[in-house]
């Protein structure tokens, strides 16, 4: 069973992983992929240089993040430029490790944020979406990354809303309490979805 874990950003996808790696399960983060080959593929490297310039590498030919970022999410039409680099290669490395889980007849937790807007969701056979209450996601940009609150609610409606993430969810998580309730909650709806898809 492959179990695609998606939401908002700042709302808990990275714990609810880090939560299921405890319990044995096998994690794969759609995010370290993107990191992975923006940094080590010279053919990925090549695409993104000639989309948006040289300025967005170090002067040794680092992948400078931030700066990427700040152009990305500036503008949806740039967004979509760097997706469409990031997207089929992600895709590709997703599904051959996927399919190896498969065959081992593993149960594999798939983190991917944009889930559902990359349409990655036909790779998976449960979608969970993590949720939060806006505010919430402004507070953690803010006190874990620095962001101002601008730049918080700019990278919140880059993505696709919640309630229409909600919309595609087998199972829904709601992160408004405390970390050791949502810690409790992924720990049940795992359990749940074994039970309910006929998984032990």
Request: include cysteine; hydrophobic fraction near 40%.
């Amino acid at each position: 069973m492959i179990v695609g874990i998606t939401g908002g950003i700042a709302c808990g996808k990275t714990e609810a992983g880090r939560v299921l790696e405890g319990m044995g399960v096998l994690v794969l983060d759609a995010d370290e992929v993107a990191r992975f080959i923006s940094k080590y593929e010279p053919q990925t490297c090549d695409a993104i240089a000639q989309a948006f310039g040289k300025q967005v590498f170090s002067p040794y030919g680092m992948l400078d993040r931030r700066a990427l970022a700040e152009i990305v999410f500036s503008s949806p039409g740039e967004r979509a430029k760097l997706e469409r680099i990031l997207h089929p290669r992600i895709k590709e490395i997703l599904l051959v490790n996927l399919e190896r889980a498969r065959k081992r007849r593993a149960s594999i937790a798939l983190l991917a944020p944009l889930l559902i807007e990359a349409k990655f969701q036909d790779m998976v056979d449960v979608v969970w979406v993590v949720s939060s209450q806006e505010r919430l996601q402004v507070r953690r940009l803010t006190q874990r990354y620095g962001f101002t609150e601008i730049e918080a609610y700019r990278r919140i409606n880059s993505q696709l809303p919640l309630r229409e993430k909600e919309a595609y969810a087998h199972y829904v998580l709601p992160n408004n309490g405390t970390l050791e309730d949502f810690r409790k909650l992924v720990r049940q709806t795992w359990e749940k979805t074994l039970h309910e898809r006929g998984k032990s």
